[in-house]
């Protein structure tokens, strides 16, 4: 308990918490709620231990270093059977080409939602262009690469995801979802390329892609 308080007490600014004395956190810890009812907000709950909780995971979900070993949000059980799928055909040498079908689940919404520097999107889009005809043992270290340029936390999660489903030497499942993003992100983005577009024209088409992807999974 001492470890605690004095970790709390420590990094009270870190976690938006007002500072507590050892007694008021021993009794947070030891709050029982009566039986019984009493007085009109006599027994309420202390709310410490809820602001503690709550600062901690805000901090733990802000740190992008938690990337590295906090799973991610955008894997579901829906994509656990497919890349065993993929691995199976290029075991037996049979290639697939990218489709419409999505590989793997993603809130597409919530990535064309996020902000990004236009030179960055089209730096890491260029970058994943390159799995078209990249060999079996050059596919992850494309994606990698494009993983140290981009910023967009839900194209980063979408890209590990990838790589961790493209099992053993297996390229194929990497390589497909790789193309699938690619494509959205192009189609959804044009003035990404320097062409003169209608405001409202691209963002009409960036909802029909929204739709269409939503629609798939």
């Not at 040498?93 to 590989?103: H, L, M, N």
Request: aromatic letters at 8%.
């Amino acid at each position: 308990m001492l470890m605690v308080w004095d970790f709390l007490c420590t990094f009270t600014r870190a976690l938006s918490l007002m500072p507590i004395s050892l007694d008021n956190f021993a009794a947070a810890l030891t709050f029982k709620p009566s039986t019984t009812k009493g007085a009109e907000g006599g027994d309420l709950p202390p709310v410490y231990l809820a602001e503690a909780h709550l600062g901690l995971i805000k901090l733990l979900l802000n740190d992008p270093a938690s990337d590295d070993w906090w799973w991610s949000t955008l894997e579901t059980d829906a994509t656990e059977g497919v890349a065993g799928k993929d691995d199976d055909l290029a075991a037996t040498g049979i290639t697939k080409v990218a489709s419409d079908a999505p590989v793997i689940k993603v809130d597409m919404a919530a990535l064309f939602a996020e902000v990004e520097d236009p030179l960055i999107t089209t730096s890491w889009i260029q970058v994943l262009e390159e799995v078209r005809n990249a060999s079996v043992g050059q596919v992850r270290n494309v994606v990698k690469s494009a993983m140290s340029i981009v910023t967009n936390r839900y194209v980063r999660s979408y890209l590990k995801i990838s790589i961790r489903k493209g099992k053993g030497n297996s390229a194929g499942f990497t390589k497909r979802a790789v193309l699938w993003l690619v494509d959205r992100v192009r189609d959804a983005r044009p003035d990404l390329w320097q062409r003169s577009v209608n405001q409202q024209a691209m963002f009409k088409q960036r909802a029909k892609i929204v739709e269409e992807c939503t629609q798939a999974m």
